[in-house]
Nanobody, 121 residues
Framework: QVQLVESGGGLVQPGGSLRLSCAYSGSAFSITAIDAMGWHRRAPGKERELVATITSSTGTNYADAVKGRFTISRDNAKRTVYLQMDSLKPEDTAVYYC????????????WGQGTQVTVSS
């Protein structure tokens, strides 16, 4: 089991920045078995979509819509994953969810509760 808690969402004007944080916790075995973490988002009336992922083997990956504006990073000592969002646009408005993929005797996905990001003037 892995628990994920997101924070850092809020209201920001177009062109502004926000940094989302995702604190993860669980047993030492589960934490060690995390092989990928990522951020997804769901905009009103739309399906959930991948925003960015980070793995120890393949590095980082971004959706085309956020490339060059968003940066995902992970601090293992703090057990936290970040999403730095710059040059925000109204179309970035969504609930952002943190995800952890654990591979141990199967593959399991864990999700946080989500944090709202609203980009509006």
């Amino acid at each position: 089991q892995v628990q994920l808690v997101e924070s850092g969402g809020g209201l920001v004007q177009p062109g502004g920045s926000l940094r989302l944080s995702c604190a993860y916790s669980g047993s030492a075995f589960s934490i060690t078995a995390i092989d990928a973490m990522g951020w997804h988002r769901r905009a009103p009336g739309k399906e959930r979509e991948l925003v960015a992922t980070i793995t120890s083997s393949t590095g980082t990956n971004y959706a085309d819509a956020v490339k060059g504006r968003f940066t995902i990073s992970r601090d293992n000592a703090k057990r936290t994953v970040y999403l730095q969002m710059d040059s925000l646009k109204p179309e970035d408005t969504a609930v952002y969810y943190c995800n952890a993929r654990v591979t141990a005797h199967g593959t399991y996905n864990y999700w946080g509760q989500g944090t709202q990001v609203t980009v509006s003037s």
